[in-house]
């Protein structure tokens, strides 16, 4: 990590100190480290909000995804009452085929719209809950380079060890006066 190779090298009591073939102040590279050491603390902020909204997204995932799942047990209930209710509407007209007894047909007619209606809306509500539950995946903008990316984690982890001292890193420590 650049932030504490820079620290490690303030440290040291030059008065010049050379990164990649060439020299830098010790004030230069005090300068450098506190704009560095800003970025890594507004980044670390920036992480600790994109956690937060991952976990709020996540919790409302479930929740629709929850919500999906009595919906469409409630389908299935509505379902099976609508199918109740044709099988005693088909027992009702073929016992009124063979009696003296009229059925009221405007009735039965209201009965036939309102269930069609129901089932309308029933498929309306599952394929707006379909849509709304699709996902998009990110579009890979970034090549990875395998090499790049081991020295990284590499140069990460054996600068993880090293002690920060905060008060040399900070904009308004010792360094910076």
Avoid: W
């Avoid at 004030?27 to 909204?53: I, M, P, S």
């Amino acid at each position: 990590m650049a932030v504490a190779k820079l620290r490690d090298t303030l440290g040291t009591d030059h008065a010049r100190i050379t990164f990649a073939g060439r020299q830098y102040t010790r004030q230069q590279v005090t300068e450098d480290l506190a704009c560095r050491f800003n970025r890594l603390k507004e980044a670390e902020v920036v992480l600790a909000g994109k956690h937060r909204l991952l976990e709020t997204r996540d919790r409302s995932l479930h929740a629709a995804m929850t919500m999906l799942d009595r919906t469409r047990s409630q389908k299935v209930q509505l379902q099976n009452q609508i199918e109740g209710l044709e099988a005693q509407y088909r027992l009702v007209k073929a016992n009124a085929v063979g009696s003296r007894f009229e059925v009221d047909r405007s009735s039965l007619a209201k009965t036939e719209k309102l269930i069609r209606q129901i089932k309308k809306r029933l498929d309306v509500a599952e394929r707006v809950l379909a849509h709304e539950s699709r996902f998009v995946e990110p579009i890979p903008v970034d090549v990875i380079d395998e090499k790049d990316l081991v020295a990284q984690i590499d140069e990460h982890m054996s600068g993880a060890d090293a002690p920060v001292e905060r008060g040399s890193l900070a904009l308004g420590g010792p360094a910076a006066r």
